[in-house]
């Protein structure tokens, strides 16, 4: 076979696309997006070497009808090894399957590690490519070797990420006939002026409080400039406009470093809409992507007529302003997916803010840690951890990031801490939730917390109806935000309201009650729903009273050793909003815990002892213990939106407006459903609940799937 004739990728229209230029074309692209990182030379190498498996026979027979499959992902790899480049040569082998474990160099050749591969393509593959020479010359570079595990499983996951993306891009690029259209979004620049805009009206502050929030500003704005790269933290109270004032450090941050995006990354799914649009409202729709865990395509090969609806529902995070979960953002970092890591190399050359920065998972705090140290350390990324109760995580980030101290943005004497106490804890013996609900009913408007769903819909379950409101993530996010609209109406009205809520309210949901209940938990949780309690100052804090309460329910085992630490901590410290008592309590938390339950999963012991071992860290490492799955309710605009998924359809826009309409929910809750015959089961995976009377408007998806009816009707 002559070489010209081999080719890449033939369009439905007869177009044909030879390997050679793919190989370029990948190659290019993959440079362009390891050079923020130093990392073009192996772009420009990994995109070369992926596809010359194609230069042989058989691939050429598939690529014109034969059902006969092919290996051609590993004789790049191959490639690669014999030039001692390991890291591409990983990248390469799992461009369309998955970067896989390495194994050891002893594995037999039916192994799916890594090396079982290698050995097996000794025999097996060599002879039938090497057609390749012909056309094509693999740059040539200093070999490398494993000397880090952890520094160099991320470069070679980063370097997977160029190179998925760029293979993605061009093979998309040939199938459309034309590039995809980049950019259209407005420079880090313009979009700096448009914040500093938008606060202008702030000033003169008219109020004490206002006068600390303008402080606030103008620091983060001034340390933005000021500040190198790096590590920082960003320690501000409740009501203080740390969302506002972070983002203002990372656009002035990223126009003095010339960095390309800024990434925003929130605790919780429910309050995502919160904050995206809070910057829509800044920066302009055209400038910001939400995107949070959800469904994920996964496709063997590349872009084509047949699977551009699974391929364009990846991200890859190219536009200036992500807003993204945790969940999401971790699990992506420590994926092995195409899918998940195509994305990643759009962190390089970033401002990562996170959200709530207390919130990050005990049990994968480790992990997470070392993932954020390896982002500023080797990949120009500038980390700020915001909240208004800042863990204790100085000394991890020391064994982790000793290079980069943590900086406070907002240190002592720029603001008045004590500006910002608006209320009056109480503590509250054991209550039934009956006394709860009576209480509750005596408030005139009274949010109340509590840990689970059961006790939300048990305690909601007895209070008058009249101006009394249910908040779970039962209900889909839209029913959540129409009920969240009429509760703001209703304070601001002066109206009987009375909320009670699951955990979703205390973070970035801006509600203002005069009373606030909330169920023992820890700490910062318990700080978090004291930020819903005269948020704007209005009252004094003698007359806005935060309650704690033990409920009626033993508290789940996640709750167990933060409500410890904070029983520990009330017997220490007199006052529970200090910055010295919240350091006690994370203190307290991280040591009830011990080092060894940072990492629940050995994740960082298994990268340790088995260098280079992808999948099974993928597997291993997930932020949530216990997997949800969505069902879609066909209520609103969601009955549309799910005849629409019944028909086939299946691209980005149409999984994004479903989400307003999707719950999730464990394993045993979603076998309850399916065995009542309450759900469809679509062919592509997705469930519609068919059921209705299980969707209850008050409060949701009924938890009791075989009753038959919702709980409230």
């Known amino acids: 076979m002559a070489s010209s004739s081999y080719l890449a990728h033939l369009a439905a229209d007869g177009r044909m696309q030879s390997i050679q230029n793919h190989l370029q074309g990948t190659a290019r692209r993959a440079a362009q997006f390891a050079a923020p990182f130093e990392a073009a030379a192996q ?4 995109g070369m070497a992926h596809d010359i498996g194609k230069y042989s026979a058989a691939f050429q027979r598939r690529l014109h009808g034969s059902p006969e499959r092919t290996d051609h992902a590993t004789a790049g790899a191959v490639e690669c090894l014999k030039m001692g480049q390991v890291f591409a040569s990983f990248a390469v082998a799992g461009h369309h399957s998955g ?4 194994g050891s160099q002893t594995d037999t050749t039916d192994s799916t590690t890594f090396f079982g591969r290698m050995n097996r393509a000794k025999a097996d593959l060599i002879p039938v490519y090497e057609d390749w020479k012909a056309e094509v010359t693999l740059p040539t570079l200093a070999p490398v070797q494993i000397s880090n595990p952890l520094r160099d499983m991320f470069f070679t996951r980063m370097l997977y990420s160029c190179l998925v993306d760029a293979d993605f891009l061009d093979t998309e690029a040939f199938m459309d006939g034309a590039e995809r259209a980049h950019g259209g979004y407005d420079p880090i620049s313009v979009l700096t002026a448009r914040l500093d805009s938008y606060c202008s009206g702030w000033f003169p502050p008219k109020t004490r409080l206002n ?5 606030i500003l103008n620091q983060c704005r001034e340390q ?6 790096g590590l920082f933290t960003l320690t501000v109270p409740t009501g203080g406009g740390k969302t506002v004032s972070s983002l203002a450090f990372a656009l002035h941050h990223a126009q003095a470093h010339d960095l390309q995006r800024i990434i925003y990354v929130v605790p919780y799914t429910s309050i995502i809409e919160q904050t995206a649009a809070i910057f829509r409202d800044i920066l302009g729709a055209e400038n910001l992507l939400e995107h949070h865990s959800g469904v994920h395509y996964e496709s063997r090969d590349e872009a084509t007529p047949h699977s551009s609806h699974h391929s364009k529902a990846i991200e890859n995070w190219d536009i200036p302003i992500v807003v993204t979960t945790a969940v999401e953002f971790f699990e992506s970092l420590y994926a092995s997916r195409p899918s998940r890591c195509r994305k990643l190399h759009n962190l390089a050359k970033s401002v990562i803010l996170f959200d709530e920065a ?3 998972p005990i049990p994968h705090l480790l992990p997470c840690v070392s993932a954020i140290a390896q982002l500023v350390q080797h990949y120009h990324v500038s980390a700020v951890l915001c909240t208004a109760t800042q863990p204790a995580l100085a000394p991890l980030f020391r064994k982790y990031l000793p290079e980069y101290p943590p900086i406070e943005l907002c240190p002592e004497g720029i603001f008045c801490w004590d500006d910002f106490r608006r209320v009056t804890f109480e503590k509250q013996d054991s209550n039934t939730w009956s006394a709860l609900a009576t209480q509750l009913g005596a408030e005139m408007q009274v949010l109340c917390i509590v840990n689970t769903r059961k006790a939300a819909q048990a305690v909601f379950s007895q209070l008058p109806p009249d101006g009394s409101y249910h908040l779970s993530t039962l209900m889909y996010p839209a029913h959540r935000r129409a009920v969240l609209s009429e509760i703001r109406t209703r304070l601001q009205q002066g109206l009987p309201c009375r909320v009670v809520s699951t955990s979703l309210i205390e973070a970035g949901v801006d509600v ?8 023992e938990a820890g700490l910062d949780s318990i700080l978090q729903a004291a930020g819903r309690c005269n948020r704007e100052g209005k009252h004094d804090a003698s007359q806005s009273k935060v309650v704690v309460f033990k409920g009626e329910y033993d508290a789940p085992p996640l709750f167990s050793i933060p409500i410890g630490a904070y029983r520990q901590t009330i017997r220490h410290c007199d006052t529970l909003d200090s910055r010295d008592t919240i350091a006690f309590y994370f203190r307290e938390l991280l040591a009830l815990k011990g080092e060894a339950a940072l990492d629940r999963e050995n994740i960082l012991h298994t990268m340790q002892s088995s260098p280079m ?3 099974t860290v993928a597997e291993r490492f ?4 216990s997997s949800t799955q969505t069902i879609y309710i066909p209520l609103q605009d969601g009955a549309a939106l799910t005849a629409r998924l019944r028909n086939g359809e299946a691209d980005t826009a149409l999984f994004r407006s479903l989400g307003q309409y999707g719950v999730s929910v464990y394993p045993q809750h979603f076998a309850a459903l399916e065995a009542s015959g309450a759900i469809e089961l679509l062919e592509n995976g997705c469930a519609i609940l068919t059921d209705l009377s299980l969707y209850c408007p008050q409060t949701g998806l009924s938890l009791n799937a075989d009753s038959g009816k919702a709980l409230f009707v």
């Not at 203002?512 to 169920?519: K, L």
Request: with cysteine; aromatic share 8%.
């Open 622 to 625: 997930h932020l949530i213990d």
């Open 512 to 519: 203002d009650f005069p009373t606030v209940y909330r169920e």
């Open 211 to 215: 006068e600390n929030r303008c402080a």
């Open 99 to 102: 970067l896989p474990d390495g």
């Open 358 to 360: 207390q919130m990050l």
């Open 43 to 46: 772009g420009t190498l990994v």
């Open 224 to 229: 933005g400039t000021l500040q190198r790269q």
């Open 613 to 615: 071992c992808f999948r």
